[in-house]
């Protein structure tokens, strides 16, 4: 069997580090995790039910908010799609302590759960563990969804539809998802770490005018997503 790339320190960390998950559920979660391709769906928890389905339609949002908050040192160990595996699993055992009723307030609710695995992982591989609280983690995902509901909302909405920001920048994580790695990466470089063309073009190993034409392309790209998907609405 081939190699699952960048695997290995998250399995270790998920399954020997974690306090929430024990160790009676490892061999059926390993399984899940070891099938599970970046963007692909999960297999089916044993006692699968509509809340698996409903958490299963934020996969997309919540895997953009976690790669806007990988730090470029944790990538090589840390895969977005493993965090939001662990965010959705938490999420679905304690599907019971939802008290909301609107896909505002799950995916609020999600964004804390996603918050709290990412604080985790942080303290686990920061070499400065202190400088990273629970609450700041949380409050650095409510950032990036709103900057991710915000980053075409000039152009794709109005004024009277902008309480849908929400269902915008789902629709929009969607849309980012399409297009390659390496776009994503630079547009999450340049609009949610505010990185320069020659900071980008180091960390992508490219030239800032390569940097340029990747943003470009992915910005136009997502522009006629957002706007066809305006039109169907």
Request: net charge neutral; hydrophobic share 35%; charged share 25%.
């Amino acid at each position: 069997m081939g190699s699952v790339p960048r695997m290995g320190v998250w399995t270790d960390w998920c399954y020997h580090r974690s306090p929430l998950v024990t160790m009676m559920e490892i061999p059926s979660r390993r399984d899940t995790l070891m099938n599970q391709s970046p963007f692909g769906k999960p297999l089916p928890p044993p006692d699968s039910d509509q809340s698996s389905e409903e958490f299963e339609a934020f996969r997309s949002y919540l895997h953009v908010l976690a790669e806007t908050q990988l730090q470029a040192r944790l990538k090589s160990k840390v895969d977005a799609s493993d965090i939001v595996q662990q965010t959705l699993l938490q999420a679905y055992r304690a599907r019971d302590q939802f008290q909301g009723t609107s896909r505002a307030e799950k995916a609020g609710w999600l964004r804390r759960i996603l918050g709290n695995v990412l604080f985790s992982v942080l303290r686990d591989y920061s070499r400065q563990r202190r400088d990273v609280g629970r609450e700041q983690s949380i409050q650095a995902v409510e950032q990036s969804s709103l900057l991710l509901g915000n980053l075409l909302a000039s152009e794709v909405s109005s004024p009277s539809n902008a309480l849908h920001r929400e269902e915008q920048a789902a629709q929009l994580a969607e849309a980012m998802l399409e297009l390659t790695e390496e776009q994503r990466q630079a547009i999450i470089l340049k609009y949610w770490h505010n990185a320069s063309l020659v900071s980008i073009a180091e960390q992508l190993g490219k030239s800032p005018e390569a940097v340029a034409g990747l943003i470009f392309r992915g910005m136009r790209r997502l522009r006629s997503r957002m706007r066809q998907g305006d039109e169907d609405a």
